[in-house]
């Protein structure tokens, strides 16, 4: 049984902070790059973060300087700080594997976590 869990969206007024998380239902998602998709309105999801099981991490450039992906192992969790959000940066947040965890021939998502930045 594998499922995605995202948790920690809600409204966030545009300078304040918010921290997303997620939990992955098999632990040995530890062992693989993780990654944070965002889905804005009217848009397709895109890849906005990701982090390897070493730690290293990319930010794309939407998000970068403002945003932090982070993991901790011992608990399987991954989470998104979100400081400074930008109307933007509206959109439902989801987390999988990077690449994505495919499930036959189709990729699995679990169902995200909405956050609204607004004033």
């Known amino acids: 049984q594998v499922q995605l869990v995202e948790s920690g969206g809600g409204f966030v007024q545009p300078g304040g902070s918010l921290t997303l998380s997620c939990a992955a239902s098999?632990?040995?998602?530890?062992?693989?790059?993780m990654g944070w998709y965002r889905q804005a309105p009217g848009k397709a999801r895109e890849l906005v973060a990701r982090?390897?099981?070493?730690?290293?991490?990319w930010y794309g450039d939407s998000v970068k300087g403002r945003f932090t992906i982070f993991r901790d192992d011992a608990k399987n969790p991954v989470y998104f700080r979100m400081n400074s959000p930008k109307r933007e940066d509206t959109g439902v947040y989801s987390c999988?594997?990077?690449?994505?965890?495919?499930?036959?021939?189709?990729?699995?998502w679990g169902q995200g976590t909405q956050v609204t930045v607004s004033s």
């Open positions: 982090i390897t099981s070493g730690g290293l991490k």
């Open positions: 098999e632990n040995n998602f530890q062992s693989h790059t």
């Open positions: 999988n594997k990077n690449p994505e965890l495919m499930i036959g021939s189709r990729a699995y």
